[in-house]
């Protein structure tokens, strides 16, 4: 069945953006880039600062760049209360970027990566009742990759509001780290992690504000898990199987080749016997954008 000429210009723009992330990632010096901008925050900018950088998170989400520079480099120019609130409206600000993309040309991308997550699909069936729950559980238990977790919701029920407020919600915990961190740091190289000039004293500091942090972090993430399983077993799904890496999903997509059409996700009928109990379709619709 032929494609319709929009659904081909979704997929060429989705392979020039491709393209682009792979030549910039491997050609440009990233870290470089992005102290230099650093620099331009704090030399040029005066009070715009903070908004500037809040923006700066889009283009970096959008292409599935870290941003923990950033987020560092917010905590070291602005200190902790508003370092704090520009880099979280901006991780949440490229978070709703990237759901917006993937929602619209980057479509046929996603669907088609569904297959390489195999513990997405456990998770879908309960996004279907809880999603603003089980998204904010997302993002304090790191299960999946961010940048790529952006994408996947995307495709989900989920629509535009609770997703941006349970990942506003979700990325706080480690945004506020960061920042804090990034509060101790001496100058913009310790940023970018040239850090062979650190005195005792200050590797001393930092190492036990890491040790703080990370700890907090722990203690956040597990009460996540346990959460989340508990979402999970309460709509079908466990956490468990849905993290076990598996080559052969029981799961299998029928995707249009009209992206107005919802996404259906069946449960394959040669999977294991204990796969088949569970035999049922999960339409993924999509929220109205």
């Known amino acids: 069945m032929a494609l319709s000429w929009r659904s081909g210009l979704r997929i060429f723009v989705l392979l020039i953006l491709v393209a682009a992330i792979v030549l910039a990632c491997y050609f440009l010096p990233v870290e470089q880039l992005l102290k230099d901008f650093l620099l331009w925050v704090e030399q040029d900018l005066g009070p715009w600062g903070p908004l500037v950088l809040a923006v700066a998170y889009i283009p970096l989400t959008v292409l599935a760049v870290p941003a923990s520079v950033l987020t ?15 880099d979280s409206v901006g991780a949440t600000l490229g978070s709703g970027a990237a759901f917006l993309l993937g929602r619209t040309i980057g479509k046929p991308f996603v669907v088609a990566k569904l297959k390489d997550y195999p513990q997405f699909q456990s ?5 279907e009742k809880s999603g603003f729950k089980i998204c904010l559980l997302l993002r304090l238990a790191p299960l999946l990759p961010f940048s790529m977790l952006n994408y996947l919701l995307s495709v989900t ?9 349970s990942s ?17 740091l001496k100058d913009l190289s310790d940023v970018t992690h040239q850090w062979s000039d650190f005195s005792i004293s200050r590797w001393a500091f930092l190492i036990s ?3 703080v942090s990370v ?14 399983r508990k979402a999970l077993a309460e709509h079908g799904g466990d956490l468990n199987s849905a ?3 598996s080559p052969e999903l029981p799961v ?38």
């Open 168 to 184: 506003w919600l979700g990325m706080m915990p480690i945004t506020l780290a960061l920042v804090y961190v990034g509060t101790t």
């Open 123 to 127: 998770v879908a069936l309960a996004i």
């Open 209 to 211: 504000s890491l040790i």
């Open 243 to 245: 993290v076990a890496a």
């Open 252 to 289: 299998t997509t029928e995707a249009s080749t009209d992206l107005n059409e919802p996404l259906l996700i069946k449960i394959d009928s040669q999977s294991p016997p204990q796969d088949r109990e569970n035999n049922h379709s999960v339409i993924i619709k999509e929220a109205a954008g």
């Open 72 to 86: 560092l480099g917010g905590g070291y120019l602005f200190g902790l209360p508003i370092g704090f609130v520009a």
């Open 157 to 165: 029920p989920i629509t535009l509001g609770p997703y941006l407020l």
């Open 215 to 228: 700890i907090l972090m722990v203690c956040v993430t597990k009460v996540a898990q346990n959460a989340l």
